[in-house]
């Protein structure tokens, strides 16, 4: 029982990975396909090159919010050909905040300070669905905070540093068999476990240049290493309803002070824009995410004994589990025109090849190739100081049908244990933002 219940344990870690960054944060950047690494702004170019700030003209305070629901519909198939309910995601939308300050200090210095985070949706799906044995519930929160410099050695180079302070929580469940018959879904041999964990504080930062040898032409780079996230939390183990509970002492196990091991990966950008006549901007963007290197999971400092009159072993204090993951890289343009001088409109997309292949996608963590289009305009109003800001994009995942899945049941008794991934998966969704920015100085730059 000890290496099963660990591994399920290990394996609710799992969605927060390569799909974990659904698309990229940024109201602006949203409304042009995230295709804004060298035309980069407003206080949100901590995020994507912080030596953007140079283009923000006087001091600005910016709020924003945004809402992330990606869809996940699964039809499991067993090699039996038994065809189950489909499974789908029924979580809310996600919020995710922005609030930040930028200024410029002369002509060669920019400073800011802000609150940013990926667009990263929340899982929630039946509990006793076909898919139970992968996920039943996700919650998945990171953001980051802190101050960002930018200076202009000479007029056409741009550098520009961001320290930041992040923040990792985690909590995920999904149900295991006990089953010693025959490997198939019984809910009668369900045990269900969950685990959160958060890591308060890690530091971290990321680096941003910005070229422009002409007023016409901007290139953008910046560069976010690898974090590395050491978090604490719980781990439960709950026996209700499965058949053992009557061997038991006990039906739920805790464990109040587990670790958890993550680390993500390094992301390179880079973009080039230009502005072929007055009043327009056109970018195109490559992001590249490194998960092929990215660290296997670990639990760590599990401390859970099985109360029985029967002799269990115990389960062990930690595990290690592999990624699996691929690298990635996204292919962005995107652009904006002044059509007025209170009003400018935007539009831009995206495509991505996936993090996994059919063997290893699931509901955990589904993350096919996919594509984004999205939109937005801003309003300049009292003449100019005031800039709201809208944008929605749409996002789709290509469909896939998993013949030969590695995604099994996870046994408790170390029994037979069914493949669980086969099946039919389709997925969609959508992001929507708005933001208002007011500026104590100069009319806000477009």
């Known amino acids: ?80 050909g038994t065809t ?39 899982a929630l799906y039946d509990e006793d669905g076909a898919q139970r044995y992968t996920v039943t519930d996700t919650n998945i929160y990171q953001f980051q905070v802190g101050p960002s410099v930018a200076w202009r050695p000479v007029p056409w180079l741009g550098v520009g540093a961001s320290l930041q302070w992040q923040y990792l929580g985690v909590y995920e469940s999904l149900k295991l068999t006990t089953s010693l018959v025959e490997a198939g879904d019984n809910p009668e041999s369900d045990v269900r476990v969950a685990i959160g964990a958060q890591d308060l ?12 040898p002409t007023p016409v032409v901007s290139i953008g780079l910046s560069v976010q290493p690898p974090i590395g996230f050491n978090g604490k939390g719980d781990a439960e183990i709950d026996f209700t309803g499965n058949g053992l509970s009557v061997l038991l002492d006990e039906s739920v196990y805790q464990d109040d002070d587990i670790g958890l091991a993550i680390q993500i990966p390094l992301v390179l950008k880079a973009g080039v824009a230009i502005r072929p006549i007055p009043r327009v901007e056109v970018e195109a963007a490559w992001v590249y995410q490194d998960w092929s290197t990215f660290d296997d999971l670990v639990i760590s400092d599990v401390d ?55 063997t290893f996608n699931s509901v955990a963590l589904y993350d096919a190739s996919k594509w984004q289009l999205g939109g937005g ?35 408790a008794l170390g029994g037979p244990a069914a493949v669980v991934g ?14 208002a920015s007011w500026s104590f100085g100069k009319e806000i730059a477009w």
């Open 1 to 80: 029982m000890r290496l099963a219940l660990t591994l399920a344990l290990l394996g609710t870690t799992d969605a927060h990975a390569g799909g974990y960054y659904y698309s990229d944060s940024g109201i602006v950047a949203l409304g042009r396909g995230g295709a804004w690494v060298a035309g980069a702004n407003t206080q949100f170019a901590q995020y994507y090159n912080p030596a953007g700030l140079l283009k923000v003209p006087a001091p600005t305070v910016t709020v924003g919010y945004s809402g992330v629901q990606q869809h996940v519909r699964f039809t499991r198939t067993d090699a039996d």
């Open 84 to 122: 189950y309910p489909t499974s789908e995601n029924q979580a809310k939308p996600y919020s995710v905040p922005e609030l930040g300050f930028a200024s410029p200090i002369g002509e060669r210095f920019a400073v800011a300070f802000g609150f940013t985070s990926p667009f990263a949706p929340s």
């Open 201 to 212: 504080f890690t530091p971290s930062y990321n680096l941003g240049v910005l070229i422009e």
């Open 304 to 358: 859970i004994t099985l109360k029985s009159a029967l002799e269990l072993p115990a389960v062990p204090g930690a595990f290690v589990l592999p990624s699996n993951l691929d690298d990635t890289m996204s292919w962005r343009l995107g652009g904006e025109w002044r059509a007025h001088p209170a009003l400018a409109v935007r539009a831009g997309g995206f495509w991505e090849n996936g993090a996994l292949n059919d």
């Open 377 to 411: 305009a801003t309003g300049f109003l009292l003449s100019g100081r005031l800039r709201l800001d809208g944008s929605a994009a749409y996002l789709r995942y290509a469909n896939t049908t998993a013949t030969n899945s590695g995604v099994v049941q996870v046994n």
């Open 422 to 435: 086969n099946g039919a998966y389709t997925s969609d969704g959508w992001i929507a933002g708005a933001a």
